[in-house]
């Protein structure tokens, strides 16, 4: 199916290691990209391609993929990571697609 | 550094047609290197992506919104718009223009991701 699924919610406590996932069938033929959106903000890139981080973006932000799941995970998370996290990828016919969002609470 | 900006009404009738425009400065629409997309957000909810061009002026529509979507480009002035005809309630969210790149591995895999977007415009679809 061309769709992507993520868990509405996740929290982690501050220091710790959190993994957000995206699954979908597309993932097993493209990567997945990730955005943090802020409230109020636009979207931010922060993962695209197999384990690509744009220029600004703190190296405890890191991405994986297995089968039909892809990952984020910020290792040593910060109060500032709070935010809805957004995968991204394509299906076979071009298709963008986007999951429904994480929303990442900082405990 | 790439900026794009988008402007047009915030409010439109229920019926009528939205239309938008993206400028973008500190890069050129017709470099070839990417694809130029709108995405929207309604309030509250999650990110939909509604289309893009190729400076060539090729585009690709998602299916569900492209009976009533035309995205159109003007390298001239470094822009490219969007016209969504027949706006409902449904329509009102927050319009965002972006600059989409692609990427290739020695794995053989393909990745697609928006890395500049426009700080975003609110449209509301009212009488």
Redo the contacts between chains.
């Keep these: 199916s061309s769709e992507l699924t993520q868990d509405p919610a996740v929290s982690v406590a501050l220091g710790q290691t959190v993994r957000i996932t995206c699954q979908g069938d597309s993932l097993r033929s493209y990567y997945a990209s990730w955005y943090q959106q802020k409230p109020g903000q636009a979207p931010v890139l922060v993962i695209y391609g197999k384990n690509n981080r744009p220029s600004g973006i703190p190296d405890r932000f890191s991405g994986s993929s297995s089968g039909n799941t892809a990952s984020l995970t910020i290792t040593g998370a910060q109060a500032e990571d709070e935010a809805d996290y957004y995968c991204n990828s394509r299906d076979s016919s071009g298709n963008r697609l986007f999951g429904g969002g994480t929303k990442l609470t900082v405990l | 550094q790439v900026q794009l900006q988008e402007s047009g009404p915030g409010l439109v009738k229920p019926s009528q047609t939205l239309s938008l425009t993206c400028t973008v400065s500190g890069g050129s629409i017709s470099s070839g290197d990417y694809y130029w997309?709108w995405?929207r957000q309604p309030p509250g909810k999650?990110?939909?992506?509604i289309g893009?061009i190729y400076y060539s002026g090729s585009t690709?529509y998602?299916?569900s919104l492209k009976s009533r979507v035309t995205i159109s480009v003007d390298t001239s002035k470094n822009q490219f718009s969007l016209k969504l005809s027949s706006v409902t309630a449904a329509d009102t969210a927050v319009y965002?223009c972006a600059r989409?790149?692609n990427?290739y591995?020695s794995?053989g895999?393909?990745?697609?991701?928006?890395?500049y977007?426009?700080?975003?415009t609110l449209v509301t679809v009212s009488s």
């Design positions: 997309s995405i999650g990110l939909e992506w893009y690709y998602n299916p965002y989409e790149g990427y591995d794995s895999y393909w990745g697609w991701y928006f890395d977007w426009g700080q975003g």
